[in-house]
């Protein structure tokens, strides 16, 4: 089991940037995949992005695609998500996740440890 904790949330005005820092626990970080999803209050947990082992390898929801970047840096068992030119429809609860096994980024049930999540407002 890998122990995640997010952080670098908090409250911007649109057009603003935020860099979330998703910090692990364990030796083996550099070989899992890791992703970022957010849920807003009443909707579903969604998919934003993801990148695999060596980071060589990014995917990103439409929404954010152009607007955030994922990046890790497996010497400090760190992922992080840039996130620029915030809108208020990124307003939400932003979690991290690692995939140990397998199966497709983009999709929750693929990973097997969640952080508790960082909130991000973005206000008009």
């Known amino acids: 089991q890998v122990q995640l904790a997010e952080s670098g949330g908090g409250l911007v005005q649109a057009g603003g940037s935020l860099r979330l820092s998703c910090s692990a626990s364990?030796?083996?970080?550099?070989?899992?995949?890791m992703g970022w999803f957010r849920q807003a209050p009443g909707k579903e947990r969604d998919f934003v992005a993801a990148i695999t082992w060596s980071g060589g390898t990014t995917y990103y929801a439409d929404s954010v695609k152009g607007r955030f970047t994922i990046s890790r840096d497996n010497a400090k068992r760190t992922a992080y998500l840039q996130m620029n030119s915030l809108k208020p429809e990124d307003t939400a609860l932003y979690y991290c996740a690692a995939r140990r096994t397998g199966g497709p980024l983009i999709t929750s049930y693929a990973y097997d440890d969640w952080g508790q999540g960082t909130q991000v407002t973005v206000s008009s």
């Open positions: 364990g030796r083996s970080f550099s070989s899992y995949a």
